[in-house]
């Protein structure tokens, strides 16, 4: 349900960051916001807690939000008080997304069993920017239980080029055989 409910605020903010021409400056606003409640869980859990009053609540929302634009906190008082403030951090990221992708940014995981050389990784950003013909913002990790090869992540679509998926592409054709 979060990631749905993320899905709509960060949709309808970006919608209207980009109409106002503040898509950076909400974008920044609402990271803050975010790191603000992933590093101090008191705050969260006081946000979150049905026995803290909404006076308090604003009160702790006004001081965090003082310098914010009007946007952003107004889609912060709004999760609050729709009682959807634990999907922030979900919203802050889809929004995140959002103004990437309108920038013509896309984001580019890639896994591999080991790290990957430097020209591979530039052989990987330069295949995905022609592919897609929008610059690449790579994230690599290793995960020694794919084998070798690679398993690229580019927005919803995974490309599994990784020795552990071939090997068990074979063993499902040796068991239907």
């Not at 001081?63 to 107004?74: F, Q």
């Not at 403030?85 to 580019?108: C, K, M, N, P």
């Not at 990957?116 to 013909?133: F, H, I, M, N, S």
Request: charged fraction near 30%; proline fraction near 2%.
């Amino acid at each position: 349900m979060s990631d749905a409910v993320a899905r709509v605020y960060a949709a309808a903010l970006f919608e209207a960051a980009d109409q106002a021409g503040e898509v950076e400056r909400v974008r920044a606003e609402t990271a803050e916001f975010a790191a603000a409640l992933k590093e101090s869980p008191q705050m969260l859990g006081a946000l979150l807690d049905p026995q803290v009053g909404a006076v308090v609540k604003d009160g702790i929302l006004t001081s965090v939000l003082v310098d914010s634009s009007k946007l952003t906190a107004n889609v912060v008082r709004l999760m609050l008080h729709k009682g959807r403030i634990g999907a922030f951090a979900d919203t802050q990221t889809e929004f995140e997304r959002l103004a990437a992708e309108a920038g013509g940014i896309i984001d580019v995981e890639v896994i591999s069993a080991v790290e990957l050389e430097p020209q591979d990784e530039r052989d990987v950003v330069a295949r995905v920017e022609k592919a897609t013909g929008r610059t690449v913002r790579l994230t690599k990790r290793t995960d020694d239980s794919i084998i070798g090869g690679i398993v690229l992540r580019v927005g919803d679509v995974v490309m599994d080029a990784s020795v552990r998926a071939r090997v068990e592409q074979l063993r499902e054709q040796m068991q239907r055989a």
